[in-house]
């Protein structure tokens, strides 16, 4: 990975003795020893110029912050000089080598769809897409979080080819910024509402180009998750989503979660982020698949609603919490 931030680390900040790998670095299974603590972090606001999202990013001790780089309900890319990208690039290892926020996430536009039926949608989808990663790439951003969209009705097999074609479209190109595929809710129509569908996408990428294939990650939202009917709540189902996920995409895959809690009922297949420990998964729930040792070089970002303005600086703090006492339980039960 180009993107090297030195260093310093979050596990430094909270004692630990060795640096905390990047997300993405290699882990096993088999394997499973605790290497540092879970890298916490949020989506935050960026602003004209993204760097304010590292000061944000400070302000609620996040470990690693997930933006926006252009309006996520529009389809006009923001257009950022050269030096405003580098200065990014710049402050994000400078905050890194001061213990501060170690990496950034980007998260792509809303109205992407690679999966529709409408040609005129699916180009349009595909420019954004692809101006996204670029600013992603330019500002060393560890991961693009992509929705794929949904098929509306064609099914999964219709649309697999358009999806497929269109991420080689984009990957198979100079650069090392991973896109990485989130699971839906479940809703229908939805691509990515099971490892499987995510794993369908990923192996269709990998026969027509492995150089794309080897650029393709997962996000795994824990409200999705819940909403899409996965329990993970008991250390014995948390065991089993991760042995699922490793067994249908690799855990090397992973490469961050999205740290919610719940407004809706499980299996309701709709998506509706809560505060943690204010929604029906509970705190409880959360800390059993996040104490999970395989995990913990991958990092959590909250898209909690907070009081209304985001992820607060308590929310960071609780999920740290949550974190922790999901390792004490594993290690001292
Ligand atoms: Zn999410």
């Not at 101006?131 to 509306?152: D, F, Q, T």
């Not at 099914?155 to 699971?183: F, I, K, S």
Request: hydrophobic share 45%; charged share 20%.
């Amino acid at each position: 990975m180009s993107f090297l931030v030195g260093e310093a680390t979050g596990a430094m900040r909270s004692g630990a003795s060795r640096p905390h790998p990047l997300p993405g670095s290699a882990f096993n299974l088999t394997d499973c020893a605790y290497s540092a603590p879970m890298l916490v972090g949020a989506h935050v606001r960026a602003g004209p110029q993204l760097t304010a999202a590292l000061g944000i990013g400070a302000e609620l001790s996040a470990d690693v912050v997930q933006i926006f780089t252009q309006s996520p309900r529009a389809w006009k890319p923001n257009q950022y000089a050269p030096e405003a990208l580098d200065r990014y690039r710049s402050a994000q290892s400078e905050a890194a080598a001061e213990g501060g926020v170690q990496a950034t996430f980007c998260h792509a536009t809303y109205l992407i769809n690679l999966a529709g039926p409408d040609p005129e949608l699916h180009a349009k989808s595909l420019s954004c897409l692809a101006a996204n990663l670029a600013v992603a790439e330019a500002i060393g951003s560890l991961g693009l979080v992509l929705h794929l969209g949904s098929h509306r009705g064609a099914g999964m097999e219709a649309c697999l080819p358009q999806v497929a074609d269109a991420l080689v479209e984009v990957l198979d190109q100079p650069g090392t910024c991973p896109v990485l595929l989130e699971n839906t809710a479940g809703a229908g129509g939805t691509v990515g509402r099971s490892f499987g569908e995510l794993a369908a996408v990923v192996e269709l990428v990998a026969k027509s180009s492995p150089v794309a294939a080897s650029r393709l990650g997962v996000c795994l939202d824990t409200q999705h998750l819940w909403a899409s009917g996965v329990d993970f709540t008991s250390r014995e189902s948390a065991d089993k989503v991760v042995r699922e996920l490793d067994a249908a995409l690799g855990l090397a895959r992973l490469r961050c979660i999205h740290l919610n809690d719940s407004k809706v009922p499980f299996a309701s297949a709709r998506d509706r982020h809560a505060n943690l420990g204010e929604g029906t998964i509970g705190a409880e729930g959360l800390a059993s698949l996040l104490g999970h040792p395989a995990l913990d070089d991958v990092a959590a970002i909250l898209e909690v609603p907070g009081s209304g303005k985001g992820p607060r600086g308590e929310d960071v703090g609780l999920a740290r919490r949550l974190v922790a006492d999901g390792v004490a339980k594993r290690v001292h039960d």
